[in-house]
């Protein structure tokens, strides 16, 4: 089979096998989170049917290692499964950061991250209460999250080679963490009702304790093998 034969089988089934799985899961749980919210307007709708979606996909891309490690699969340096699942996170999690911007102070979003004119006894005009850490912990998710969406792909791969590519893909940690701040201060700030923050606890409890589990499995297997 030549090259460029294998690329294209490689490619439909990822788009048969994960893209269209992943993108029906997607825009179905956004769809559901769209119509049984009660805000009165697209846009915040839109933000909220955005952010749980790419929540959970970016918890998955950190299931995927340590469940391998556990299973005793092969847990190779890129894999098309997590790539795939990594590129909706990405999807989704851009377009939840965009349409964010345009929910609250609508048609001022640099007020998300400085205070305004009117609010005084700030020395320091960069926002530091609950709201701008929510916002800037998102925005640095956002970027971080970004960069790790335009890399997953083969060329990235090769070009970089894979110690600094891998490097870079380590950064999906920090995207989590930002993530996940962000997504607890805005529980915070929109007092969601108890079923959204449980579901926000499990989605981060799922993936600190498999990455958790997987560290400790790796320290038992050097041990073993020192």
């Known amino acids: 089979m030549s090259g460029s034969s294998f690329k294209r089988r490689r490619l439909a089934r990822r788009l ?14 956004g769809y559901l989170l769209y119509i049984t919210r009660p805000y009165p307007d697209v846009i915040t709708r839109l933000s909220f049917s955005t952010a749980y979606p ?27 499964f997590r790539r795939d699942i990594g590129i909706w996170a990405g999807i989704t999690g851009i377009a939840h950061a965009g349409i964010g911007q345009c929910v609250h102070l ?4 640099w007020l998300y991250y400085v205070y305004g004119p009117w609010e005084h006894g700030h020395v320091i005009p960069v926002r530091h209460d609950l709201f701008g850490f929510s916002n800037y912990t998102g925005v640095l998710s956002v970027l971080f999250l970004a960069a790790l969406f335009a890399t ?39 007092k969601q009702k108890f079923n959204f923050d449980l579901t926000i606890a499990i989605f981060l409890a799922i993936a600190i304790a498999f990455q958790g589990a997987g560290f400790l499995l790796r320290r038992r297997r050097q041990t073993i093998t020192a």
């Open 16 to 29: 048969l096998i994960h893209h269209l799985p992943l993108a029906a899961a997607s825009f179905l749980s």
């Open 54 to 80: 790419a929540l959970a996909l970016l918890a998955a891309t950190l299931v995927i290692g340590p469940w391998n490690l556990w299973t005793s699969r092969p847990n190779p340096i890129s894999s098309d």
């Open 106 to 109: 609508r048609g001022r979003p």
């Open 152 to 190: 997953s792909n083969d060329w990235s791969l090769r070009k970089l080679g894979t110690p600094q590519w891998k490097g870079l893909q380590r950064w999906n940690y920090l995207v989590f963490a930002a993530a996940g701040a962000h997504a607890i201060g805005y529980l915070f700030i929109e």
